[in-house]
């Protein structure tokens, strides 16, 4: 167990919906990352926070958006769902914001979303 | 930016067999390299990290990894597999300064047979 937690696990919408997707970071950890992983593009890192703000964005879709909260939980919004976002979307922390001390990210066990 | 290179998607080995799962990085600065393991429906774990120091690296279940500066390499091994290492297996970096995003490999699946 690492210590984050995702909901929901499992996840069928219809294309044209949105979706929230929940993750509680391993307590003390104050940097939170999405990643999506699918087949085709494999993992690709979206959008991390640091205590609340938005540190470093790759390759995340206009439509999709994030946010982390005071009590450092985050969630990530995908909204106009196409066919296409259908994969498996982790969520993992850190400590800090560089890998110096740490030199690790924990990842939770995803939340599979399918847009049918 | 950093880029790696997984260069073989499957690894079919027998069990008790040795491997070796290939990894190159690109990056235009130093950076800091790790592999990271995926069992069926899990999440991704740390398996063994180069941060500094000596280029030989080792995991606590018998895996190894030596990081190459000059050929951009941080190969993956183990002298012999057991049936439980059947996962997928991610090498991943990230500048050794700065914000610390990983970029992932596309990842090598492990397939060990009796």
């Known amino acids: 167990d690492s210590g984050v937690t995702q909901t929901p696990k499992h996840l069928i919408t219809a294309t044209g919906q949105r979706v929230t997707l929940r993750c509680s970071p391993r307590?003390?950890?104050?940097?939170v990352y999405w990643y999506q992983q699918s087949l085709d593009q494999g993992l690709q890192f979206l959008i991390q926070y640091y205590n609340g703000e938005e540190r470093a964005k790759g390759n995340i879709l206009e439509r999709f958006s994030a946010q982390q909260f005071p009590d450092l939980h985050s969630e990530l919004n995908l909204s106009s769902l196409e066919l296409g976002d259908s994969a498996l979307y982790f969520c993992?922390?850190?400590?800090?914001?560089?890998?110096?001390?740490?030199?690790?990210?924990?990842f939770g066990e995803g939340s599979r979303l399918t847009v049918l | 930016a950093q880029s790696v290179t997984q260069l073989d998607s499957q690894v079919p080995v027998f069990e008790e067999a040795p491997v070796e799962l290939r990894c190159n990085y690109s990056s235009s600065v130093s950076v800091y390299l790790f592999w990271y393991v995926q069992y069926p429906n899990q999440g991704l774990q740390l398996l063994l990290k180069y941060l500094s120091g000596s280029t030989l690296v080792e995991s606590i279940n018998g895996f190894e990894a030596e990081f190459n500066k000059s050929q951009t390499s941080f190969h993956l091994r183990k002298p012999s597999v057991h049936i439980s290492d059947t996962a997928e297996y991610f090498c991943?970096?990230?500048?050794?300064?700065?914000?610390?995003?990983?970029?992932f490999g596309k990842g090598t699946m492990l397939l060990v047979s009796p």
């Open positions: 991943a970096v990230s500048p050794n300064s700065g914000y610390s995003t990983l970029t």
């Open positions: 307590s003390g950890d104050l940097s």
């Open positions: 993992a922390s850190s400590v800090g914001l560089a890998f110096e001390n740490t030199g690790e990210l924990f």
